[in-house]
Nanobody
Framework: QVQLIESGGGLVQAGGSLRLSCAAS????????MGWFRQAPGKERDFVAA????????FYVDSVKGRFTISRNNAKNMVFLQMDSLKPEDTAIYYC????????????????WGQGTQVTVSS
Protein backbone atom coordinates (compact mmCIF):
# COMPACT_ATOMS: atom_id res chain seq x y z
CA GLN A 1 0.00 0.00 0.00
CA VAL A 2 1.41 3.36 -1.05
CA GLN A 3 1.67 6.00 1.66
CA LEU A 4 2.95 9.54 1.67
CA ILE A 5 3.50 11.02 5.12
CA GLU A 6 4.25 14.72 5.59
CA SER A 7 5.94 16.26 8.60
CA GLY A 8 7.49 19.56 9.63
CA GLY A 9 4.48 21.83 9.68
CA GLY A 10 3.76 24.18 12.55
CA LEU A 11 3.29 27.76 13.71
CA VAL A 12 5.89 30.34 12.75
CA GLN A 13 6.10 34.12 12.71
CA ALA A 14 6.22 36.04 9.47
CA GLY A 15 9.74 36.05 8.09
CA GLY A 16 10.52 32.69 9.63
CA SER A 17 11.30 29.34 8.06
CA LEU A 18 9.98 25.80 8.04
CA ARG A 19 11.16 22.64 6.32
CA LEU A 20 8.52 20.14 5.24
CA SER A 21 9.38 16.52 4.64
CA CYS A 22 7.43 13.81 2.85
CA ALA A 23 8.33 10.15 3.23
CA ALA A 24 6.94 7.72 0.68
CA SER A 25 6.49 4.01 1.22
CA UNK A 26 4.94 1.09 -0.61
CA UNK A 27 6.81 1.72 -3.86
CA UNK A 28 9.70 3.73 -5.17
CA UNK A 29 8.99 7.13 -6.72
CA UNK A 30 12.54 7.66 -7.96
CA UNK A 31 11.27 7.64 -11.56
CA UNK A 32 8.29 9.92 -10.90
CA UNK A 33 7.69 13.59 -10.40
CA MET A 34 6.95 14.71 -6.86
CA GLY A 35 5.42 17.90 -5.63
CA TRP A 36 3.72 20.05 -3.04
CA PHE A 37 0.29 21.65 -3.06
CA ARG A 38 -1.46 23.75 -0.44
CA GLN A 39 -5.04 24.43 0.51
CA ALA A 40 -6.23 27.37 2.59
CA PRO A 41 -9.64 27.30 4.31
CA GLY A 42 -12.45 27.73 1.81
CA LYS A 43 -10.11 27.62 -1.16
CA GLU A 44 -9.06 25.09 -3.75
CA ARG A 45 -5.92 23.00 -3.57
CA ASP A 46 -3.20 24.99 -5.33
CA PHE A 47 0.12 24.02 -6.84
CA VAL A 48 3.23 25.14 -4.94
CA ALA A 49 6.24 23.28 -6.33
CA ALA A 50 7.26 20.20 -8.29
CA UNK A 51 10.49 18.38 -8.97
CA UNK A 52 11.41 16.02 -11.77
CA UNK A 53 12.87 12.55 -11.11
CA UNK A 54 16.35 13.86 -11.91
CA UNK A 55 16.14 16.28 -8.99
CA UNK A 56 17.37 19.09 -11.25
CA UNK A 57 14.26 20.35 -13.00
CA UNK A 58 12.13 22.28 -10.52
CA PHE A 59 8.97 24.30 -10.92
CA TYR A 60 7.34 26.83 -8.62
CA VAL A 61 4.25 28.96 -8.46
CA ASP A 62 5.25 32.61 -8.89
CA SER A 63 4.25 33.59 -5.35
CA VAL A 64 6.91 31.34 -3.76
CA LYS A 65 9.78 31.76 -6.20
CA GLY A 66 12.92 32.87 -4.39
CA ARG A 67 11.47 31.87 -1.00
CA PHE A 68 10.72 28.14 -1.28
CA THR A 69 13.05 25.37 -2.45
CA ILE A 70 11.96 21.87 -3.36
CA SER A 71 14.40 18.96 -3.23
CA ARG A 72 14.34 15.20 -3.13
CA ASN A 73 16.34 12.20 -1.97
CA ASN A 74 15.58 9.27 -4.24
CA ALA A 75 17.58 6.82 -2.14
CA LYS A 76 15.30 7.58 0.82
CA ASN A 77 12.14 8.02 -1.27
CA MET A 78 11.60 11.49 0.16
CA VAL A 79 10.78 15.00 -1.01
CA PHE A 80 11.32 18.23 0.91
CA LEU A 81 10.10 21.80 0.84
CA GLN A 82 12.29 24.45 2.44
CA MET A 83 10.17 27.52 3.12
CA ASP A 84 11.92 30.78 3.96
CA SER A 85 10.66 34.34 4.41
CA LEU A 86 7.23 32.99 5.22
CA LYS A 87 4.22 35.27 4.92
CA PRO A 88 0.77 35.06 6.53
CA GLU A 89 -0.67 34.27 3.08
CA ASP A 90 1.38 31.06 3.07
CA THR A 91 -0.90 29.71 5.81
CA ALA A 92 -2.52 26.50 4.57
CA ILE A 93 -2.50 22.75 4.78
CA TYR A 94 0.43 21.52 2.70
CA TYR A 95 0.09 18.26 0.79
CA CYS A 96 2.79 16.08 -0.70
CA UNK A 97 2.00 14.49 -4.07
CA UNK A 98 3.70 11.89 -6.25
CA UNK A 99 3.43 10.33 -9.70
CA UNK A 100 2.13 12.97 -12.09
CA UNK A 101 0.83 12.20 -15.56
CA UNK A 102 -0.17 15.42 -17.26
CA UNK A 103 -0.11 19.04 -16.18
CA UNK A 104 1.84 19.08 -12.89
CA UNK A 105 0.06 22.31 -11.86
CA UNK A 106 -3.30 20.55 -11.60
CA UNK A 107 -4.08 18.22 -8.67
CA UNK A 108 -6.18 15.83 -10.76
CA UNK A 109 -3.07 14.63 -12.62
CA UNK A 110 -1.30 13.42 -9.49
CA UNK A 111 -1.76 9.79 -8.47
CA UNK A 112 -0.80 9.73 -4.80
CA TRP A 113 -1.33 12.15 -1.92
CA GLY A 114 -0.33 12.56 1.69
CA GLN A 115 -2.70 13.51 4.47
CA GLY A 116 -1.37 17.05 4.78
CA THR A 117 0.46 19.10 7.38
CA GLN A 118 -0.70 22.45 8.73
CA VAL A 119 1.47 25.52 8.26
CA THR A 120 0.40 28.66 10.08
CA VAL A 121 2.25 31.95 9.68
CA SER A 122 1.39 34.69 12.16
CA SER A 123 1.82 38.37 11.40
Amino acid sequence: QVQLIESGGGLVQAGGSLRLSCAASGRSFSSDGMGWFRQAPGKERDFVAAIAPNGIDKFYVDSVKGRFTISRNNAKNMVFLQMDSLKPEDTAIYYCAADVEGDYRLPEYWGHWGQGTQVTVSS
